[in-house]
């Protein structure tokens, strides 16, 4: 989606700030023994109360109103009878639309403390998102995005998942200009044009580079095996810079 008026603007910011409430309403209510389908319940409630709907359950058929996605699942969990512990990384993608305008966040929460090296990478990958988000303007290149998370991801010896890519998105959860690395790569000649809609959505890790596809046919897994965070926002794309639209978390 390309914003030209106000009043698309302002769509666009009102399912921003239901996601981003969503998120932030889930992540406080997060606690040892609840399952992951009680979270769920939590952000659809949610969801409804504010008029919206679910994006992943209304676009594809996702058996859940949330991914949420815990330690070695590292995106498109199905909410269920897992119990979560203390210790846990739970990452929370909500994605929703209301009035024909589509948001897409996510983060990554801790179940009361984690051990220093997944909190550092936890700060770490939120980072990385907003450095990503910086690289993000009218006439810009796309493929800065992924020059300069992977430039932070190397310099403090993380890696990125490489099949796992921000899009564009606003009048559907996935729509041109389809997919957008956030990892270098060659050869991609693609501008940034004011008003676009995308996301910027890296996932961060201790060594993995591939998400492979579990036998439920939705949840991913690293690979290798490996602690990965994701942190998400929607934007837009202005002569000045990002306008984030699902700030804050």
Excluded at 63 to 68: D, E, K, Q, Y
Excluded at 104 to 128: C, H, I, N, Q
Excluded at 131 to 138: F, S
Aim: charged content about 25%.
């Amino acid at each position: 989606m390309t914003i030209t008026k106000q009043d698309e603007l302002d769509g666009l910011k009102e399912i921003g700030r239901i996601v981003a409430q969503v998120l932030r309403a889930m992540a406080q209510a997060m606690e040892p023994g609840m399952t992951t389908r009680e979270l769920d319940d939590i952000g659809r409630a949610l969801l409804e109360r504010e008029g919206a709907l679910s994006a992943p359950q209304s676009t594809y058929g996702f058996p859940g109103a949330t991914c949420i996605s815990v330690n070695e699942e590292i995106a498109h969990g199905i909410p269920g009878d897992r119990r979560l512990k203390a210790g846990d990384l739970v990452n929370i993608d909500v994605s929703a639309s209301k009035n024909g305008y589509f948001a897409d966040t996510g983060a990554s929460w801790p179940v009361r403390a984690l051990p220093p090296a997944l909190e550092r990478l936890r700060r770490d990958g939120k980072r990385a998102m907003e450095i990503g988000i910086a690289q993000v303007g009218d006439g810009k290149p796309l493929a800065g995005i992924g020059e300069a998370v992977g430039r932070f991801a190397e310099a403090r010896g993380y890696t990125l998942i490489r099949n796992l890519a921000s899009h564009g998105v606003g009048r559907a959860l996935h729509e041109e200009p389809g997919e957008i690395p956030t990892w270098p790569t060659r050869g991609d000649k693609r501008r940034i044009h004011k008003g676009l809609v995308m996301t910027v959505e890296p996932f961060l890790s201790l060594g993995g580079v591939w998400a492979n596809e579990g036998a439920d046919g939705w949840t991913l897994y690293s690979e290798p095996p490996a602690p990965v965070v994701q942190y998400e926002h929607t934007i837009v794309a202005t002569e000045r810079g990002p306008i984030i639209v699902t700030s804050p978390f």
